[in-house]
């Protein structure tokens, strides 16, 4: 079992940066890969970034790469988003997920967050 919260969410204008943080519960977080996720009003969850257990590889969705970076630190429990460049479009709820397959499709991942706002103002 492993429990998220996720964190640093918030109100930032176009061209800005933030930074979330998703803290995972339990001893195993480093057998999981790890994903980020979100969801716009009116719209569906969507992939955003994903990440395998050792950090060595990620994959990310065409309209947040080279922008977007997902990173994770095994002693922490923490996987991290590092969000450069936001633009109105990337406003929603961001959540993480842990996983024991990697892949970019939602049901791969059994453990999710509550999520963070991100608002990202014109």
């Known amino acids: 079992q492993v429990q998220l919260a996720e964190s640093g969410g918030g109100l930032v204008q176009a061209g800005g940066s933030l930074t979330l943080s998703c803290a995972a519960s339990?001893?195993?977080?480093?057998?999981?890969?790890m994903g980020w996720f979100r969801q716009a009003p009116g719209k569906e969850r969507e992939f955003v970034a994903i990440i395998t257990r050792s950090g060595g590889t990620s994959t990310y969705a065409d309209s947040v790469k080279g922008r977007f970076t997902i990173s994770r630190d095994n002693a922490k429990n923490t996987v991290y988003l590092q969000m450069n460049s936001l633009k109105p479009e990337d406003t929603a709820v961001y959540c993480c997920a842990a996983g024991t397959t990697y892949g970019t499709r939602q049901r791969l991942y059994d453990y999710w967050g509550q999520g963070t706002q991100v608002t990202v103002s014109s």
């Open positions: 339990g001893r195993t977080f480093s057998t999981y890969a």
